[in-house]
């Protein structure tokens, strides 16, 4: 049986993410140190996500974390 192919997987999620996380907070009027304190989060963190360095993984609790403070969802970090 051949499954169809639903959906198109973009492998550069996070660089979409990180680029979504920094617009949203400039838009917001945040530094990458605010977000960090208001997320719980270090700010070394924020700004690996958001330069895409290295291999900084993050969970969906983490995510929701940072879209909460941006007041934005979790669809909108992820939009292409």
Known sequence: MIKEKFYDFNPDIKKVIALN????RKQRGLTQEQ???YSEL???????IETSEGKSGFSVNTLYKIATVLEVSLDDLIKE
């Open 21 to 24: 996380i920094r617009k949203y």
């Open 42 to 48: 270090s700010y070394d963190f924020i700004r690996r």
């Open 35 to 37: 977000l960090a304190l």
